[in-house]
């Protein structure tokens, strides 16, 4: 039967491909430090660094105090995250468009899905391809967050400015980025490819290259046996070592039978001398 299983998998295949674009997406956070110089008129406790999707972070720039004067200098935050982050959500919009037209194709167009192979083929590509994507993403996504974890740390931040140099200044952060969505991300990436690399399964049995794999069902196999010991192989009509029906002799006509590649059995007849007495 055409589509037992495989299209049960689209409905979680649908919410996890859209928590795993949203929840990176959708991301904005930021973290907040403290600079207090020697002459506090200069200090500035509350320096908010504001970053979100694609964490393009060498564009994310915040002023600082230098604690000389009332100058101030422009600082940014170092690496650009957008290839690995940018990557991930394409694979989560693209599945979930694809899984979106499977669903609608397997409930209303299952009779054009079966008639030919054409159907369960691309099928099955196209799910091949999107678990190794996704198991491609998410490991780029997993290892570009652990990058950008390291450049918002606000320990890492502080060490850009030029008065936190000074040891007569104290820099502190205030607060941390927050980065729980993310890691939910990078898990509903991996769920992800779970699905999809469980679905080809399924999504193969429907394929006429499972069905040319049982070429020789057991019921097959069985007539094919029976045809052997009934038909014209029969091994029965020759005599207990294999050989000829009867020994031929002295005075005896020797009966050479063999059974023919047709089931009829042939007869070779020679006349031996009768006696010994006519040869003389």
Not at 3 to 11: A, D, G, N, T, V
Not at 136 to 155: E, F, N, Q, R, Y
Not at 207 to 233: C, V
Not at 260 to 265: A, D, F, M, R, W
Request: charged share 15%.
């Amino acid at each position: 039967m055409c589509l037992p299983l495989c299209h049960s998998f689209e409905i979680p295949i649908l919410l996890f491909a859209i928590f795993a674009f949203a929840t990176c997406g959708g991301y904005s956070g930021g973290l907040r430090l403290s600079v207090d110089c020697a002459n506090k008129s200069e200090s500035d406790l509350s320096i908010d660094v504001a970053f979100a999707y694609p964490f393009r972070l060498h564009q994310v720039n915040f002023d600082a105090p230098t604690c000389e004067g009332k100058r101030r200098e422009t600082l940014s935050l170092i690496g650009d995250f957008s290839s690995s982050a940018e990557f991930f959500v394409t694979i989560a919009v693209f599945a979930f468009l694809y899984s979106l037209a499977a669903t609608v194709v397997y409930i209303f167009f299952q009779n054009k899905y079966c008639e030919n192979n054409r159907g369960p083929l691309i099928d099955f590509i196209v799910t091949v391809v999107f678990s190794f994507l996704w198991l491609v993403g998410s490991s780029a996504w997993a290892k570009g967050l652990s990058d950008v974890k390291i450049a918002t740390d606000p320990d890492e931040v502080l060490l850009l400015m030029s008065a936190c140099k000074q040891q007569s200044n104290k820099c502190m952060p205030v607060r941390s980025p927050v980065m729980s969505s993310l890691n939910t991300s990078v898990v509903f990436g991996f769920l992800n490819f779970i699905l999809w690399a469980g679905n080809i399964w399924f999504v193969f049995k429907e394929t006429g290259w499972h069905s040319s794999g049982q070429r020789y069902p057991p019921d097959t196999m069985e007539k094919q046996s029976s045809s052997y010991n009934q038909g014209g192989y029969n091994q029965d009509n020759y005599g207990p070592t294999g050989g000829y029906n009867q020994p031929a002799g002295f005075g005896q006509q020797a009966n050479y039978g063999q059974v023919g590649e047709y089931g009829q059995q042939q007869s070779y007849s020679q006349s031996g001398p009768t006696s010994f007495a006519n040869q003389i």
